[in-house]
């Protein structure tokens, strides 16, 4: 080599673990996603002091596996919460699941794989369908499609476990579906879409002369103000829902009413009556916000809303980064619920994840076991800087503002 006058540069290795941390925290600490930020990271964290392609090529097909496997380990390693009472009384209950979908934004270089539904305004477009569970407050699992391939197709893929509840939103909405999750031993708690026509067959409370609106097979759509009018607060009948598969389901409806709007919020469910009234099944709906917040805190503080990488193997460990990123806010909320003798409930995941900048490069420290004194911490911050925040275009620079840009 000396004689050539070349040299051979001394190879640098980035272990896995710092390497995954890294990924995972990235996706919170900086204001947008990308290779640069964990290329950044690794230097301010955990003294890997690489050029920014020997980070780039880390990502691929089995960074992807790493992180999906580190993802789904940290999930079940969090801790549990403690079941509400109303839970308590379903039979072999297992767990309340939400499930959701989220668009992802994609390289326009994939448009022929993900192609967008609203091609004007995206090249590519795909959809991340997460599977969480409520009580927990925890993601459990996701699929990765094409934008244009619907949430229920996607549901009707998965498995019914029996003693399961299942809170879905009104996208999720298909009478057959509803079917199958009965017939396999699992329960349903959804919103009623406004205009459904199922055929009254029970009435139990709400509804005036409610024996002969079952005498008259009366659908719910054809119900007056007047035969609805009553003193109380609630509503509870059963319904006969048809079905391209499974002939007539009966189902049970309940309505709650909004001081607020003074309008009915209703409900169709398979919880029995006798265990769970209609002011019951609203405050067990209300389980479902904590999806909502989930996909909420992806989409803002794990920078899950937008991906602009062209290799798949890329793709998917970013999406598993912001995955694992969303697990370890979560088990901060929960350690730090824990150590202050706080319920977990009182501490915000989301303003946990806005937080994280504040907290993130020294919780890296002491999971990587460095106990940097403050010379090191500054040379190691400096370092990141000068190295990682550097003009990536000095020419056009120069170029703009002339004799007052500086050398």
């Keep these: 080599m000396a004689e050539t006058g070349f040299y051979r540069r001394a190879p640098r290795a980035i272990e896995a673990f710092p390497f995954a941390l890294c990924c995972a925290l990235a996706a919170v600490l900086e204001g947008k996603r990308g290779f640069a930020s964990v290329w950044r990271l690794l230097a301010a964290a955990a003294g890997i002091q690489v050029a920014r392609s020997a980070v780039t090529q880390r990502f691929d097909d089995e960074s992807a596996a790493f992180l999906e496997a580190l993802f789904l380990l940290a999930v079940s390693r969090l801790p549990s919460a403690e079941i509400p009472e109303l839970l308590s009384r379903l039979e072999q209950s297992r767990a309340v699941l939400g499930e959701d979908a989220t668009v992802l934004q994609l390289s326009p270089l994939l448009g022929k794989l993900f192609p967008a539904t609203r091609t004007k305004t995206m090249g590519a477009a795909g959809k991340l369908h997460v599977r969480a569970d409520l009580v927990q407050r925890q993601i459990l699992g996701v699929v990765v499609t094409g934008e244009r391939q619907s949430d229920l197709g996607v549901a009707r893929s998965q498995p019914i476990e029996r003693g399961t509840l299942y809170m879905r939103d009104l996208g999720y909405m298909d009478y057959d579906e509803l079917a199958r999750i009965v017939e396999q031993g699992g329960e349903f708690l959804m919103r009623l879409k406004e205009g459904a026509a199922p055929r009254i067959v029970k009435v139990r409370h709400g509804l005036r002369n409610g024996a002969d609106l079952v005498r008259r097979g009366v659908r719910w759509n054809e119900v007056t ?100 990123a969303a697990v370890i806010l979560s088990a901060v909320v929960v350690a730090t619920a824990a150590a202050r003798g706080l319920p977990a409930g009182a501490i915000s995941p989301l303003m946990v994840g806005i937080a994280a900048p504040l907290f993130g490069l020294p919780l890296l420290w002491l999971w990587l076991g460095r106990e940097p004194t403050p010379e090191e911490i500054a040379d190691s911050l400096l370092g990141m800087i000068a190295v990682g925040c550097r003009d990536q275009n000095p020419n056009r620079t120069r170029d703009k503002w002339g004799c007052l840009a500086r050398d």
């Design 225 to 324: 103000e007047i035969e609805a009018a009553t003193s109380r607060t609630t509503i509870d009948f059963d319904a006969a829902f048809p079905t391209k598969s499974h002939g007539e389901i009966v189902l049970r409806v309940v309505g709650v009413l909004n001081p607020e709007t003074d309008t009915y919020h209703f409900y169709v469910t398979s919880l029995d009556p006798a265990e769970f009234s209609p002011e019951e099944i609203r405050t067990l709906y209300a389980l479902r916000w904590q999806i909502e917040l989930l996909m909420k805190l992806l989409r803002s503080s794990c920078h899950l809303d937008h991906l602009d990488t062209s290799d798949l193997g890329a793709l998917r460990t970013h999406i598993y980064a912001s995955l694992l």
